[in-house]
């Protein structure tokens, strides 16, 4: 029989996974989402919701309640509540899986435990860990909270010793932990999917860059050797074997300038690096997450053809109602995440560029640069 959907966060993810349950009818019958934000995105593509905040524990016992399957699509839900009301409703990634992925220390600590390289990283509990830290790691070195971190937020850099104060103020006593720093020669990551039987597939790995510590690119695939590609594909399997989590999992990692890879963190949902996958696989990662956690087959991961993603973001000149964004392009894939305010930086939409005709990423590239001015939003009068 089909069932009721519940999905913790109706932003992009959530809207994204209700557009493609949409799709599968016999298996799921209704979707609700749990959001603060009235018309949320979810909400505007067919999802009941439920106006309330994520860590609100009635309005997660009346999502439960009301659905057979919960999943979500932010990582800070309280797992202890969901755990709690894992009579109701079946939930997945499970609340034990999110209790050690939402925060970064048990997550590392845990990831290391079982063999898998992650950069050196120590607790914080009063500033002089981090002065010790400092002199075991060198400079420059990341504090970064335990938890609650989106698009870099939660991040310090710290350069020098005269930074320490400050980086350790800005969290007001926020729980920390501190990173050595990597120097990266590329960003990548591996979408990775495990169904409720254990099933396990991997998507090819993809290269992410960052601006502002914000994703700004996606290209599918990660233009490495093979050799890393493949170690990046294996650490992915053997990270979903120890994890035990049904769904999606976004998997960041460093290709290091001596060409080992560590993981950075890991997101137990859907991921905006797998955006490209609407257009450029055979599944996309939304449909893949809820086949994931509905226990079916998994679908194909094959990568069809190279392709780009690029964020629309808000601008940093203004915030406000903008004017809606229009590229009719082939190859070119708009999607709009239906935010009515536009913020800073804030993540309003994607385009996906697809090498539908077989083009090389070095095409692709050029029709970015090319498209680029078309995706900046500007103020509506
Ligand atoms: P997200 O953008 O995925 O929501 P977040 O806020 O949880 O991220 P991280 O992924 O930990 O933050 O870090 C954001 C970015 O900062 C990374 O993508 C990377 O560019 C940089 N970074 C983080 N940790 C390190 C590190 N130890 N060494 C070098 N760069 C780092
Ligand atoms: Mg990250």
Redesign the pocket.
């Known amino acids: 029989m089909a069932k009721i959907l519940g999905i913790i966060g109706g932003g992009q993810l959530g809207m994204m996974i209700t557009e493609a349950a949409k799709k599968m009818p016999e298996e799921i019958s209704e979707i609700i989402v749990l959001d603060p934000t009235e018309n949320c995105p979810a909400s505007q593509v067919g999802a009941t919701q439920i106006i309330g905040d994520f860590k609100d524990k009635d309005a997660i016992i009346e999502l439960a309640n009301k659905s057979d399957i919960i999943t979500y699509e932010i990582e800070s839900g309280d797992s202890d509540v969901l755990k709690s009301v894992e009579s109701k409703s079946e939930i997945n990634p499970s609340p034990e899986t999110l209790k050690i992925i939402q925060d ?1 220390f048990l997550q590392k600590s845990f990831l290391l435990e079982n063999g898998i390289l992650v ?1 050196e990283f120590i607790e914080i509990n009063d500033i002089e860990d981090i002065k010790s830290g400092i002199k075991k790691f060198g400079l420059p ?2 504090l ?1 909270a335990r938890r609650d ?7 310090f ?1 710290i350069n020098s010793e005269s930074d320490v104060q400050k980086a350790y103020d800005y969290f007001k006593g926020q729980p920390l932990l501190l ?6 020669s590329m ?1 990548v990551s591996v979408i990775a999917s495990r169904n409720t039987h254990g099933q396990i597939k991997t998507y090819p790995l993809v290269e ?1 860059i ?1 601006e502002d ?3 700004r690119e996606t290209i599918a695939p990660a233009r490495v050797s093979e050799i890393i590609t493949k170690k990046a594909e294996l650490i992915a399997e053997k990270t979903m074997t120890v994890l035990k989590g049904a769904g999606i999992f976004g998997i ?1 990692m ?1 290709v290091t300038v001596d060409d080992n890879i560590v993981i ?2 890991i ?1 137990p949902r859907v991921h ?1 690096s797998g955006h490209h996958t609407l257009q450029s696989s055979e599944t996309s990662q939304f449909e893949q997450h809820l086949r994931a956690i509905l226990g079916l087959e998994l679908g194909s991961t094959k990568l069809i053809c190279n392709s780009i993603m690029y964020n629309i973001l808000g601008s940093e000149e203004f915030t406000g109602e903008y004017n809606p964004l229009k590229i009719s392009e082939s190859g070119v894939f708009l999607k709009m995440y239906g935010k009515k305010i536009s913020k800073p930086m804030r993540k309003l939409g994607h385009i996906n560029i697809i090498g539908e005709n077989g083009e090389s990423i070095d095409t692709l590239l050029e029709i970015l640069q090319r498209i680029k001015p078309k995706t900046v939003v500007k103020p509506s009068k």
């Open positions: 970064k950069p070195a990341m970064k971190a989106y698009d870099g937020r939660g991040n850099k990173e050595k720093f990597v120097p990266f960003e992410n960052h510590n914000i994703l960041e460093f950075n963190e997101a905006n």
